[in-house]
């Protein structure tokens, strides 16, 4: 049974080279999951493979049954994950086609389902905790991904600071400018609270992040017509890095 798990993002709904064995629909006590469970082989390794938006990209990020999704990964063993997601570029060497191994995160959202301990159903028969996470994403994780860069040649940013906005719009410049000021070098949409929720579980966790475009203000308007052909541009580059990371995971 397979322990480690990939959730994809943006351009990243089917792993290519990834060998089904099975598929599964999880029941969870939170609703449903994006999509069935993907069971297979990728690598010579056996993974489990999650659609974050749903196998046919149909789900906005603010819409995401976070709660769902991890709680169906953990109910069938996974004790690893790796997050795959596109985000844009705030930082000078953020730049599109770049993959930052974030080491922080600061979570902008709103309105969003962000902990199993909601005080009525708990985890684990407790209703109310604080997790510790000063740390958001698992140190081993992180160095297997960043090696598994450098050996794939791709272009990777070793740490950085994951600012998470709600969407599904864009960020305006402003909104850019603060989360600069703040300390964020990349911004997403769906790095939380997938981490904290991981983190609650006691799941390993840790994100790639597939700079697709610079943020805004930083390079003029976002052109969101280029932007699907560069999700796919970035989902490639992401693949080689996954093909080595997992020789090492």
């Keep these: 049974m397979s322990t480690l798990a990939i959730i994809g993002g943006t351009g990243l ?10 598929r599964e629909m999880v029941k969870t006590p939170f609703g449903a999951p994006s999509c069935p469970i993907i069971f297979g082989e990728y690598s010579g390794k056996s993974v489990a493979f999650l659609a974050r938006h749903g196998s046919k990209h149909q789900i906005p990020p603010h819409q995401i049954n976070y709660c769902a999704n991890l709680w169906a990964l953990h109910s069938v063993g996974i004790e690893r994950i790796v997050a795959v997601g596109a985000v844009g570029g705030i930082a000078e060497n953020c730049s599109p086609g770049s993959i930052v191994v974030p080491d922080q ?7 969003r389902e962000n902990s199993f301990y909601d005080g009525t159903h708990g985890l684990n028969g407790v209703n109310v905790k604080a997790i510790e996470f000063s740390e958001p994403y698992d140190a081993t994780l ?13 272009t990777i940013v070793s740490e950085g600071t994951y600012g998470v906005s709600s969407g599904p719009r864009l960020e305006t410049a402003a909104e850019v400018l603060r989360m600069e000021r703040d300390g ?7 790095g939380m609270p997938e981490a ?6 006691e799941i390993a966790y840790a994100c790639c992040a597939v700079v697709v475009t ?10 969101t017509n280029a932007l ?19 020789a090492i995971l």
């Design 13 to 22: 709904s089917r792993m290519e080279g990834l060998t089904i064995e099975r």
């Design 105 to 111: 995160i600061i979570d902008y959202t709103h309105g």
């Design 142 to 154: 992180r160095e297997k991904l960043i090696k598994g860069g450098d050996a794939s040649g791709q």
């Design 184 to 190: 964020c070098t990349v911004v997403g949409m769906t």
């Design 196 to 201: 904290a929720l991981a983190r609650e579980l």
């Design 214 to 223: 610079k943020a805004a203000g930083k390079a003029g308007p976002v052109d």
């Design 228 to 246: 699907p052909a560069a999700v796919e541009s970035g989902m490639k580059n992401v693949r080689q890095v996954l093909d080595k990371a997992l």
